[in-house]
Antibody, heavy 118, light 110 residues
Framework: EVQLVESGGGLVQPGGSLRLSCAASGFTFSSYWMHWVRQAPGKGLVWVSR????????SYADSVKGRFTISRDNAKNTLYLQMNSLRAEDTAVYYCARGGFYGDYEVWGQGTLVTVSS | QSVLTQPPSVSGAPGQRVTISCTGSSSNIGAGYDVHWYQQLPGTAPKLLIYGNSNRPSGVPDRFSGSKSGTSASLAITGLQAEDEADYYCQSYDSSLSGLFGGGTKLTVL
């Protein structure tokens, strides 16, 4: 079964850091672009970041550029999102998703909640 | 405010047909980038409903269809069912903003 499972969410103070993980199974992880998408409580979906299959190319939304870093370990079939200098507006459910360069997110994880609050 | 504009809500009675529009611009949909649609049931992760403007993944009923013209796209749902009540999002790519979602449309089945 094709599956993505996120972990690492939680409560963090403004200015703090958190690393999210996304464990992939059931498909050849190293062959796919991967993305992070977030959803603030009661709000819509927002694309955050993407990484190519071997990790050599990354892109970020302007709202997180310079604060978040996407990476992957193909040997461990795991995607990461390192989040630094967190702000209240980063509070959201973070989903990892398998998709092409332009999107087309065909597989989604269940999401992990990140709450930034003092 | 999203670059891809969707109506905040639509509604229809069981058995009826509803459409959800997604309006972009010359830098995204109008530039030829594909539009994809997602269904998000309450409390769950989004699910791919339509990809590449009009294609259905395996398992998606043919009651769901997508189309694209110019700078806009549409999702049509025929034979509306109670289980279709959900949030629907369009998604495309923008040459300046990379990944791009519409603001979402809440479908209510009356």
């Amino acid at each position: 079964e094709v599956q993505l499972v996120e972990s690492g969410g939680g409560l963090v103070q403004p200015g703090g850091s958190l690393r999210l993980s996304c464990a992939a199974s059931g498909f050849t992880f190293s062959s796919y672009w991967m993305h992070w998408v977030r959803q603030a409580p009661g709000k819509g979906l927002v694309w955050v970041s993407r990484i190519n299959s071997d990790g050599s190319s990354t892109s970020y939304a302007d709202s997180v550029k310079g604060r978040f870093t996407i990476s992957r370990d193909n040997a461990k079939n795991t995607l990461y999102l390192q989040m630094n200098s967190l702000r209240a507006e980063d509070t959201a459910v973070y989903y990892c998703a398998r998709g092409g360069f332009y999107g087309d997110y065909e597989v989604w994880g269940q999401g992990t909640l990140v709450t930034v609050s003092s | 405010q999203s670059v891809l504009t969707q109506p905040p809500s639509v509604s229809g009675a069981p058995g009826q047909r509803v459409t959800i529009s997604c309006t972009g611009s010359s830098s995204n949909i109008g530039a030829g980038y594909d539009v994809h649609w997602y269904q998000q049931l309450p409390g769950t992760a989004p699910k791919l409903l339509i990809y590449g403007n009009s294609n259905r993944p395996s398992g998606v009923p043919d009651r769901f269809s997508g189309s694209k013209s110019g700078t806009s796209a549409s999702l049509a749902i025929t034979g509306l069912q109670a289980e279709d009540e959900a949030d629907y999002y369009c998604q495309s790519y923008d040459s300046s903003l990379s990944g791009l979602f519409g603001g979402g449309t809440k479908l209510t089945v009356l």
